[in-house]
């Protein structure tokens, strides 16, 4: 069933958030609040593509098929998402610098590192974002410690049209005193390969980890900006049913 929902911080209309089987026990709604593009001059930070790893920490290569953008639906499966590589800040530590990360960093079959990925979707410009950020960051470890881990990827600065800049990325951290493991996709390109609109944000993808299986894909933020109750529903997806592939 889906659920209606007032366009996004861009003001365009959105995909609604619709809750997969996995999700009926934590509702999603798109909140609405006032989010506005600063009239600074752009700044963009040089994102050229990085080899990817194309295998997890144990060696094993990350799927190939069944690869798109498509989330679970009732008894249908979702796809796989592509492994995608960014440059980012681990843990939110600037003062190691930038690191490669793919998403088969992540990739776990077994299930011994972590069960659930959850990819946030920002920009700088979007105060919804930046309200799920600060929900995330003092439950992150508690999150990591039952199975679930969050991957934040910026994809504008101050302009919707562009950026994110490296001031832009620095300042969200800092000023988010965030933990959380932040890269960048400049203008959304490698997202946008899966339909993904980077004005469309916040935008959250919740990964299965033994099989990388897209279980929801959603505009707008969890409700209240409860993160945990979010990402712990895949937890009992993961918990309660066998890998899809």
Request: charge should be neutral; proline fraction near 7%.
């Amino acid at each position: 069933m889906m659920l209606s929902t007032p366009p996004g911080c861009s003001g365009r209309s959105t995909k609604p958030r619709r809750p997969a089987d996995v999700l009926l026990t934590a509702a999603l709604v798109l909140v609405v609040a006032s989010c506005a593009a600063s009239k600074k001059s752009v700044e963009e930070l040089d994102d050229p593509d990085v080899a990817a790893r194309t295998a997890n920490p144990d060696g094993v290569p990350y799927p190939t098929d069944r690869i798109g953008g498509a989330e679970r639906a009732g008894g249908r499966p979702g796809e796989r998402i592509p492994n995608f590589t960014f440059q980012a800040y681990v843990d939110g530590d600037r003062a190691a610098g930038l690191k490669t990360v793919s998403l088969a960093d992540y990739y776990d079959p077994t299930g011994k590192r972590a069960k659930v990925l959850d990819i946030q979707i920002s920009a700088t410009w979007c105060a919804v974002c930046s309200s799920v950020t600060e929900a995330t960051v003092p439950v992150k470890e508690k999150l990591r410690a039952e199975g679930g881990v969050v991957l934040e990827v910026i994809v504008a600065g101050a302009s919707p049209s562009a950026g994110p800049g490296g001031s832009e990325v620095e300042s969200w951290i800092a000023r988010h005193q965030s933990n959380v493991t932040t890269a960048f996709d400049v203008r959304g390109r490698r997202l946008r390969s899966i339909g993904i609109d980077p004005n469309a944000v916040p935008y959250d993808f919740l990964i299965d980890l033994r099989t990388m299986e897209i279980l929801d894909s959603s505009v707008g933020a969890p409700l209240n900006f409860d993160v945990a109750s979010y990402v712990r529903a895949g937890l009992r997806f993961v918990a309660t049913h066998e890998p899809s592939y």
